[in-house]
């Protein structure tokens, strides 16, 4: 089992910057990428960003240059970075983590999520 918990969100204002946090506990060590959804009301869920466990990274294009993801396996985060916020970055920001079986069949854990609200 693996649990996830956010933290960081709130309230900023357009061109602010905001830092999102993701601990994880359990089964840790069976991870092998980790990453962070967002989700607006009338919109389908997304990849904002994501980073392997040897480091590589996936951006979404929206977010690409503004957002940077980091991890710290040795802490059990994940972290998001995010500058430069616009009205649309607005969303419940979810952490997610994911192995795979045997079968290499894909292992979804996901976080409670965090609300990011950019206005003014």
């Known amino acids: 089992q693996v649990q996830l918990v956010e933290s960081g969100g709130g309230l900023v204002q357009p061109g602010g910057s905001l830092r999102l946090s993701c601990a994880a506990s359990g089964s840790i060590s069976s991870i092998n990428v980790m990453g962070w959804y967002r989700q607006a009301p009338g919109k389908q869920r997304e990849l904002v960003a994501s980073?392997?466990?040897?480091?590589?990274?996936n951006y979404a294009d929206s977010v690409k240059g503004r957002f940077t993801i980091s991890r710290d396996n040795a802490k059990n985060t994940v972290s998001l970075q995010m500058s430069s916020l616009k009205p649309e970055d607005t969303a419940v920001y979810v952490c997610n983590a994911k192995r795979t079986n045997w079968r290499a069949e894909w292992i979804n854990y996901w976080g409670q999520g965090t609300q990011v609200t950019v206005s003014s």
């Open positions: 980073m392997t466990s040897g480091g590589s990274t």
